[in-house]
């Protein structure tokens, strides 16, 4: 079976502080579009690998890529308190 999965995606935000060409590297993905919750109970956190997301941000700092770590779907969120 699979071992390690590492997905790329692109993403929108409405957040005016995240910029053109930002790699989002993502701690913990907020699970409020309906499907994970036909694979992974309710209270299941959907955050990455330490190791790999430690990994990942030591290339993209290595490449001088400008990123965010920031949870994944918080970018479509406008609120004060989130």
Do not use: C, D, W
């Not at 995240?18 to 959907?46: D, L, Q």
């Not at 290595?62 to 918080?74: C, F, I, L």
């Amino acid at each position: 079976g699979i071992k390690q999965l590492l997905i790329f995606g692109e993403a929108g935000s409405i957040n005016p502080e995240i910029t053109i060409g930002e790699v989002h590297v993502p701690t913990f993905a907020i699970r409020e579009e309906e499907v994970s919750y036909h694979y992974m109970p309710p209270n299941f956190k959907a955050k990455p690998s330490g190791n790999l997301l430690r990994k990942i941000e030591a290339l993209l700092n290595e490449k001088a890529y400008h990123t965010r770590k920031e949870v994944s779907g918080q970018q479509m969120r406008h609120s004060e308190k989130q």
